[in-house]
C-alpha cells in the first residue's frame, strides 16, 4: 500500500485464500463500510468462481477489521485491515 492512498488491505483465509491469494488492496472512498469493500470484493472475486456460491462464502464468513469482528455497517478508513474468515476455516 503506497502513503496517502485511499486503500484497505483485504486478507483471506480459508476457501477464499486458496481461490484469491492470500490478500488484495482494495481502492476506498471516503466514509465507506465494510459491505461497500465485500461489493468490490465480490466484483474482483466473480471471475474467479462460480457467482452463487462465492455470494454464499461471503456471506456466511465471519469480517474482523483490525483484529477485532466488526459488523458490515461498520466505517473502514485508510490503512485498515478487513480479513474475511470463509466458513471452513472457522468464519
Known sequence: MEAGKKEVVV???GFLREVAGPEIIVPIKDNSRIADVLQDV??????LMEKE????VLRNSRIVLNGVYAPDESEINPGDVLTIISPAAGG
Open 11 to 13: 486478507k483471506f483465509m
Open 42 to 47: 465480490h466484483k474482483r472475486l466473480e471471475p
Open 53 to 56: 456460491l462465492l455470494t454464499k
